[in-house]
């Protein structure tokens, strides 16, 4: 079993933009669907973008649709997501989690997801 590292982020000016990536050690990302998710203190753990394992199909989150773009690269054995236009409620700790279920749509529930990184801290200032 290998291990998901995040890495990526950042403090950033709203407006701004960040790139967060996510590898697995130890392991290959080719068979799973994979997701992106993000805390706060205030808030429980929520959605925000997640791909399925042959990166056919993505889904987001209302609040970050247009703005945020996940991909996968098998090449790199990577997932990345993109993010532009941050602003102050993008911030949070992003974790990057691994869907070990062959499904035809992107996993959205945090519930079905087997392997989590221990995430990265994006701050987004005003």
């Known amino acids: 079993q290998g291990r998901l590292i995040e890495s990526g982020g950042g403090l950033v000016q709203a407006g701004g933009s960040l790139t967060l990536s996510c590898g697995l050690e130890?392991?290959?990302?080719?068979?799973?669907?994979l997701g992106w998710f993000r805390q706060t203190p205030e808030k429980e753990r929520e959605f925000v973008a997640a791909?399925?394992?042959?990166?056919?199909?993505?889904s987001y989150a209302d609040s970050v649709k247009g703005r945020f773009t996940i991909s996968k690269d098998n090449a790199r054995n990577s997932v990345y997501l993109q993010m532009r236009s941050l602003q102050p409620e993008d911030t949070g700790v992003y974790f990057c989690a691994a869907d070990s279920t062959i499904r035809p749509s992107p996993m959205v529930d945090a519930r079905g997801y087997n392997y989590w990184g221990q995430g990265t801290q994006v701050t987004v200032s005003s």
């Open positions: 791909i399925s394992h042959n990166s056919a199909a993505t």
């Open positions: 130890g392991g290959t990302l080719r068979r799973y669907g």
